[in-house]
């Protein structure tokens, strides 16, 4: 759990450009990923969460810098400022580039645009000013312009380009007054034609951007400028990775394009089960041109079967070609996409800047579903092995539902958002449906945070219903909890036929049960740091909880109607991409260097651990649905987690320190009791509280540490924990 920075964060507060967080966020995406998590960064959270500690880069991007200050002067400055002088990184594009100076000067003697006045971040001690060129317009790419760039390349970081000159996309930017004779300001780029603002003789540009993903025709952007743009892609793109390696950021080998869109496959061992879907499909259809559509909520989907006059590699080929043909009229219509099985997909390199689609574009294209009759062989679903899947499954159980049917595809956009936003088609399908995609390009998480889930990872959402009369027994609430243990139980007792030694000959001495896998409340999943391995890791001594890193999470979305709640349980698990923190495959290798060549450990597939995930949480719910979170049931969740008697601070007591010592039983409440004393880190003088600084988790020590009698119950809704430093913080 120690601080690592592999989040990217994008301000999308007051004054950040729509079209400029989303811009951003894809271009990061393309040269980051997976090594990193890009998010977006509201203002609440910056001003109010730990967000500091694992940012690896703090990005501003273009739109009104004003916007910035009002709601960031002071406070939210002073924590940046602190972030940056605590080894983080700023960039500031177009806004974000005036914001980081000391001075900001735009379109000055113009009464209508004018902004000018200091800026109290100051990482340029001097003044930005601009627009550089003129024609600037709000909300409108005609005053755009393919800026011509002197680089420095000799400067950049491993940079190979020498006399490569790049066109940057320019609209409303400005220059750094004075940065080539400042001290401690290193002039990385400048502007290598006549610019149209007061400046001295370097021209150092405040906007170095990966210009991607625009339309011409979105914002009247002159042609001849995009065709410049589009023609100069390569060294742009070049120059972008220069400054995210000279920021010290691990850039990937190769521009990381989204793949398109994939049909949903929809498989069931029973036959019947999956004609009885069609039937209540058939229920919301329309027919056009002999093809079936169920028309959703959100998305709109075409119901084909592998029995039709088509072959199968037919229908998906053309249900790539509809994907694709819908995504270039969804953007425009610009980019000359070719169809899936040639060279390019409709959104690789040489599409340029129309080959972006956002999430909410996604919506627009048709989605297909493929329903099998009889389960698919691997060469026909080579992103998934079904029936290694259905055979896990049924060692496993026989009367449960959950895992059955699977829907399954090799990319889509969110399995949760799909499901969720489309429920004229959830509800008809059975109690505990499953859907897994290899990639997710629009994926889930808590709050707003949307980002691209690449291959490697095990991504599954399932959607069931849980009666009203059984919550007070059984709260739903406890979803979560119950997910949660079903993963680590599913790792810790995963079975494999794919070693040479006998399966109870590898659980005997150790094998899977032996992974260190633990439980953050209320859901979230840990593994060990693979460079601890060879120590004891749960030693409960010292600061064991910081050698854990996330590699899992879950998101419960729920609703109510007709006496029954409607569940759809998403789980995210880093199975095999050990980027950005670890994975479990990663953490099994790393294991078998510490165990004989006959007791080696084979990786885990996801086929056979998605099973087991789902036969455990079947078990659980049903003990769930018997007895309540009470007894043992309750029992195995606490060893599973990493929080046995830690000591935190509760900010929202008056920073009154206490002992986590389980969850209720009734509404899955955090229970901690007050202590006396300090911490061992306190006591040892490690701890500083005061402006600028938070408590560290701990133990208490001497003889201290006795229980005052005050209880606290916290939601797990309302408050977040953050476990980095032991501290339970008000979520807003």
């Known amino acids: 759990m120690a601080d690592k920075r592999i989040n990217i964060l994008v301000y999308s507060g007051t004054g950040a450009s729509p079209s400029a967080i989303q811009h951003a966020v894809h271009s990061l995406k393309q ?5 990193y998590a890009v998010h977006t960064l509201a203002t609440e959270v910056l001003l109010n969460e730990p967000w500091g500690p694992t940012c690896a880069l703090l990005v501003f991007p273009g739109g009104g810098d004003l916007g910035y200050c009002r709601l960031l002067n002071g406070k939210g400055n002073q924590l940046i400022r602190q972030y940056v002088e605590n080894g983080g990184k700023y960039l500031g594009l ?4 005036y914001y980081g100076a000391s001075r900001c000067e735009f379109e000055t003697g113009d009464r209508g645009m004018e902004v000018v006045g200091s800026r109290e971040l100051g990482f340029f001690p001097g003044t930005c000013r601009g627009s550089v ?29 020498t006399d490569v000159r790049a066109r940057v996309y320019t609209n409303g930017g400005g220059v750094f007054i004075g940065a080539g004779k400042t001290k401690d300001v290193e002039v990385l780029a400048e502007f290598d034609e006549a610019v149209d603002v007061e400046h001295d003789e370097e021209k150092a540009a405040a906007v170095v951007f990966a210009i991607a993903n625009i339309s011409p025709n979105a914002r009247n952007m002159e042609p001849s400028v995009y065709s410049a743009l589009q023609d100069n892609d390569a060294a742009r793109d070049l120059l972008f990775r220069a400054l995210l390696s000279k920021l010290g950021l691990e850039v990937t080998e190769a521009t990381q394009q989204p793949p398109p869109l994939a049909p949903l496959h929809l498989v069931s061992p029973d036959a019947t089960v999956i004609e009885d879907i069609l039937k209540k499909l058939e229920e919301v259809s329309s027919t056009v041109d002999g093809d079936d559509y169920v028309k959703g909520e959100a998305d709109t989907f075409l119901i084909k079967q592998p029995e039709s006059a088509w072959s199968m590699a037919r229908l998906t080929r053309a249900a ?14 610009h980019a000359e996409a070719k169809k899936e099985g040639s060279s390019e997909s409709s959104n690789a390199k040489g599409q340029g800047i129309a080959g972006h689609i956002s999430p909410s574009d996604y919506t627009n294209i048709i989605k297909t579903i493929i329903a099998h009759p009889h389960i698919p062989e691997k060469e026909t679903t080579s992103h998934f092995n079904h029936r290694l899947y259905f055979s ?11 895992g059955r049917p699977l829907l399954t595809t090799s990319c889509t956009t969110s399995t949760s958002t799909l499901l969720s936003a489309n429920p004229t088609l959830t509800s008809r399908l059975p109690n505990g449906t499953t859907f897994t995609a290899s990639t997710q390009l629009s994926g889930r998480g808590r709050g707003s945070n949307v980002w691209v889930s690449p291959p490697g990872a095990l991504m599954f959402t399932t959607v069931f219903t849980h009666d009203l009369q059984i919550n007070a027994r059984a709260p739903v609430v406890f979803v979560q909890y119950l997910a949660a243990m079903a993963v680590v139980d599913a790792v810790q007792s995963y079975t494999s036929s794919s070693t040479t030694a006998p399966e109870e000959e590898i659980q005997a001495s150790g094998g899977y049960a032996q992974i260190p896998v633990r439980l953050k409340w209320p859901n979230d999943i840990y593994a060990l740091d693979t460079q601890y391995v060879s120590e004891s890791p749960d030693a409960e001594s010292g600061n064991w909880r910081e050698k854990y890193r996330k590699i899992g999470g879950i998101l419960v979305n729920t609703s109510y109607t007709s006496g029954h709640f409607s569940v759809i349980l998403g789980i995210g698990l880093n199975l095999s991409n050990s980027a950005p923190t670890t994975s479990l495959n990663t953490l099994i290798s790393t294991l078998n260097r510490t165990r004989p060549q006959s007791r080696q450990l084979p990786p885990m597939s996801q086929e056979r651990l998605l099973a087991g995930i789902m036969s455990s949480f079947g078990r659980l719910y049903e003990v769930f649905l018997r007895k309540g979170f009470v007894g043992e049931l309750q029992g195995r969740y606490q060893r599973m987690w990493l929080h046995e008697n830690q000591v935190v601070t509760l900010e929202s007591e008056g920073g009154a320190r206490a002992r986590i010592t389980g969850v209720s039983s009734d509404w899955g409440l955090l229970v901690a009791e007050e202590v006396m004393g300090r911490t061992d880190g306190e006591l040892a003088g490690q701890v500083t509280e005061g402006e600028g600084k938070e408590g560290k988790e701990g133990y208490i020590g001497g003889l201290d540490g006795a229980s005052t009698g005050r209880r606290f119950a916290l939601q797990s809704d309302s408050n977040s924990f953050d476990f980095f430093k032991g501290l339970l913080k008000r979520k807003l």
């Open 31 to 35: 040269h980051l990923s997976p090594n």
């Open 94 to 97: 177009c806004a974000g580039g």
């Open 133 to 161: 060129f003129k024609g600037f317009e709000y909300g409108s790419d005609k005053g755009t312009r393919a800026a011509r760039l002197r680089v420095h390349w000799d400067q950049m970081n491993g940079a190979s380009a």
């Open 320 to 333: 790539l070609d509809v994907l694709s043909s819908t995504a270039e009229k969804t953007i425009g219509g």
């Open 392 to 402: 896990s499954l049924c060692q496993s159980f026989s009367n449960i539902t959950f």
